[in-house]
């Protein structure tokens, strides 16, 4: 982890309506949208000192392998993290009946110190998440992680050792990224 200089937080390409389906696919949008961030990254990004990881879904990975091709960069679906590492424990406990984004009512909370003790903290989800990229021992000094939404908000916002060059709390958009650089 102390090579990382730079992470790019990456939000996974739009994916079909079902959102009860774990395994749901992009949809033609989606990938053509990931396509189109990707040529922003090439701009950014050192492809020879850059590693892409994802969490373990099909939207992410199928997310990955885009960025991957795009950008000319080794994807090795062997560095897909867990996404036991991002879960919020107690997710039930915040459902409302007003169909609102669950991690727009998370951050919410937060925002007003009336987080449940029972729900998982943005700083538990952020130490798994250093403790699972730490776990690869990458080399590489920029590191792209393709996630879900909820997940990188969380992680971004709540650790110490990456600044966001915007420290405005945003809700990603499908295919959206967000850079941290080290402090």
């Keep these: 982890m102390n090579?990382?200089?730079t992470i790019i937080m990456f939000r996974h390409g739009e994916t079909t309506s079902d959102k009860t389906n774990p395994n749901r696919s992009l949809t033609k949008n989606g990938i053509i949208c990931t396509?189109?961030?990707?040529s922003k990254l090439t701009n950014i990004i050192n492809?020879?000192?850059?590693e892409i990881f994802s969490t373990n879904t099909i939207r992410t990975i199928n997310t990955a392998k885009i960025l991957a091709r795009e950008l000319s960069i080794n994807f090795r679906e062997e560095y897909c993290v867990d996404m036991s590492s991002f879960l919020i424990k107690g997710w039930d406990l915040i459902r409302d009946t007003t169909n609102k984004d669950l991690t727009k009512i998370y951050l919410d909370l937060i925002n007003r110190n009336q987080l449940p003790p029972e729900i998982t903290t943005p700083l538990q989800v952020t130490q798994r998440f250093l403790e699972a990229i730490a776990n690869t021992n990458t080399q590489a000094t920029t590191i792209i992680l393709v996630a879900n939404g909820g997940s990188i908000e969380i992680a971004s916002y709540f650790q110490n050792t990456f600044r966001p060059r915007s420290l405005k709390l945003k809700i990603l958009n499908y295919s959206e990224f967000l850079i941290l650089n080290k402090y």
């Excluded at 396509?35 to 990707?38: E, L, N, R």
Aim: charged share 20%; hydrophobic share 35%.
């Design 3 to 5: 090579n990382i200089k």
């Design 47 to 50: 492809a020879n000192s850059c």
């Design 35 to 38: 396509v189109k961030q990707a």
